[in-house]
């Protein structure tokens, strides 16, 4: 909240992701980056995406800064969660004139001793 309090709408996606990176470091959360991660299909890896952060290892944080969001977004976060395994995403957008958040629930997570070490 602090980063659209500050900023306001109207930047590039890479701002919010900057300064978002700077409160995140200031509280002491732990977090990457621009995380890489490989994508499977039956058993191959197909190619790369990357999720905007990984919090605490069990996070994914995806941003915007579009004027409104639209069932793709949603879809690509939920892509997110269910090609790591992760358990919950926050998918953010920056663009509207009030901050909005959503949470997301990966419905496919599976708990196994990956997850479970992080």
């Known amino acids: 909240m602090?980063?659209?309090?500050?900023?306001?709408?109207?930047?590039?996606?890479v701002i919010y992701q900057r300064a978002l990176a700077i409160e995140m470091y200031a509280s002491d959360i732990h977090f990457r980056r621009e995380f890489e991660m490989p994508v499977y299909y039956k058993g191959e890896q197909i190619?790369?995406?990357r999720?905007?952060?990984i919090v605490d290892g069990v996070i994914?944080?995806?941003l915007?800064?579009?004027?409104?969001?639209?069932?793709?977004?949603?879809?690509?976060?939920?892509?997110?969660?269910?090609?790591?395994?992760?358990?919950?995403?926050?998918?953010?957008?920056?663009?509207?004139?009030?901050w909005n958040f959503k949470r997301l629930?990966?419905?496919?997570?599976?708990?196994?001793?990956?997850n479970e070490t992080k």
Request: hydrophobic share 40%.
């Open 2 to 13: 602090a980063v659209h309090r500050t900023l306001g709408n109207g930047f590039q996606e």
């Open 47 to 49: 190619g790369t995406r």
């Open 51 to 53: 999720v905007d952060f």
């Open 60 to 62: 994914s944080v995806e």
């Open 64 to 98: 915007k800064a579009i004027t409104k969001l639209e069932n793709i977004h949603f879809a690509q976060a939920i892509n997110y969660l269910e090609a790591y395994n992760l358990e919950v995403g926050l998918l953010i957008n920056f663009g509207e004139t009030s």
């Open 105 to 114: 629930t990966n419905r496919k997570y599976k708990i196994n001793e990956i």
